[in-house]
Antibody
């Protein structure tokens, strides 16, 4: 199992960014996939989940601003982030959920840094 | 919202010692607790799920226990590679899986 997350950058408040995660080594379409972020002050925070049927779920802190999606043909996971705020500054990890409907994570990407600052 | 609290925040221990880390949930989560290890500059690594089930390739010196609101992670004999930050996570209320603030193991 290998997850490679990318797309992190420095972006101004109010800006947009799309993160990507390339998956390999497992049957991607059969697993829930997730984004988890880590800030210096707040630690680890679940951000978003997409189920095998494409059903999306979001934390209250990003609902309405972030959109999760997946491309099972390309074995890829995405996170479109709009209206970014300073509080969104974090390392973002894509992660695999080993069992449907259970939100814990057995494999993680190395993370990609998003910095929201003017 | 289920809040997860870990204690202590930092623990100074010597290699070879036995150590127990604590995790408490603000309401019952059954056995829906996972433990992760994070070394500096690395992603978290799953150690334990369902409170006591070791993940693939996790050494037997790591064990988890507990149910309801109180959980522990025990490392029977600390190795140098075990000095890291340990997080617990409840995954009882789908899809919100809250993490604790972590316990850092320092070399004494």
């Amino acid at each position: 199992v290998h997850l490679v997350d990318s797309g992190g950058a420095l972006v101004q408040p109010g800006g947009s960014l799309t993160l990507s995660c390339a998956a390999s080594g497992f049957t991607f379409r059969s697993y829930d996939m997730h984004w988890v972020r880590q800030t210096r002050g707040e630690g680890l925070e679940w951000v978003s989940t997409i189920g095998t049927a494409g059903d999306p779920y979001y934390s209250d802190s990003v609902k309405g601003r972030f959109t999760i999606s997946r491309d099972n043909g390309e074995n890829s996971l995405y996170l479109q982030m709009n209206s970014l705020r300073a509080g969104d500054t974090a390392v973002y990890f894509c992660a695999r959920g080993p069992l449907r409907g259970l939100n814990y994570f057995d494999y993680w990407g190395l993370g990609t840094l998003v910095t929201v600052s003017s | 919202e289920i809040v997860v609290t870990q204690s202590p925040a930092t623990l100074s221990v010597s290699p070879g010692e036995r150590v127990t880390l604590s995790c408490r949930a603000s309401q019952s989560v059954g056995d829906k607790i996972a433990w992760y290890q994070q070394r500096p500059g690395q992603a978290p690594r799953l150690l334990i799920s369902a409170a006591s089930t070791r993940a693939t390739a996790v050494p037997a010196r790591f064990s988890g226990s507990g149910s309801g609101t109180d959980f522990t992670l025990t490392i029977s004999s600390l190795q140098t590679e075990d000095f890291a930050v340990y997080y617990c996570q409840q995954y009882y209320n789908w899809p919100h899986g809250a993490f604790g603030q972590g316990t850092k193991l320092d070399i004494k």
